[in-house]
């Protein structure tokens, strides 16, 4: 089985700066493209940003410019650098990966979340 913890959430003041990491582990033969999404309560999972060796990175409007999605291959995680965090950023944030497991099986996998919080 496929295994992605999150970690690096927590409170920080607006204007401030977070970075959260994403580490895939198990059976991983191969990992295409994986993303971080976000979810407050009462409303949909939404997309932040993804990161894919084909296609590039690919941000929401709302974080352009203020987030930097990247991926250490050779670890097998991601990572997100949040600057210039606003109070409309609080949200749990998720961890996200299609992973080609040892047996050649595709699967989609999401980790388990960790919450940020922008407040003064």
């Known amino acids: 089985q496929v295994q992605l913890v999150e970690s690096g959430g927590g409170l920080v003041q607006p204007g401030g700066s977070l970075r959260l990491s994403c580490a895939a582990s198990?059976?991983?033969?191969?990992?295409?493209?994986m993303g971080w999404y976000r979810q407050v309560p009462g409303k949909q999972r939404e997309l932040v940003a993804t990161i894919s060796s084909r296609t590039g990175t690919n941000y929401a409007d709302s974080v352009k410019g203020r987030f930097t999605i990247s991926r250490d291959n050779a670890k097998n995680t991601m990572y997100l650098q949040m600057n210039s965090l606003k109070p409309e950023d609080t949200a749990v944030y998720y961890c996200?990966?299609?992973?080609?497991?040892?047996?050649?099986?595709?699967?989609?996998?999401w980790g388990q979340g960790t919450q940020v919080t922008v407040s003064s």
């Open positions: 996200n990966a299609g992973v080609v497991t040892i047996a050649r099986i595709y699967g989609d996998y």
């Open positions: 198990g059976s991983i033969f191969s990992i295409n493209t």
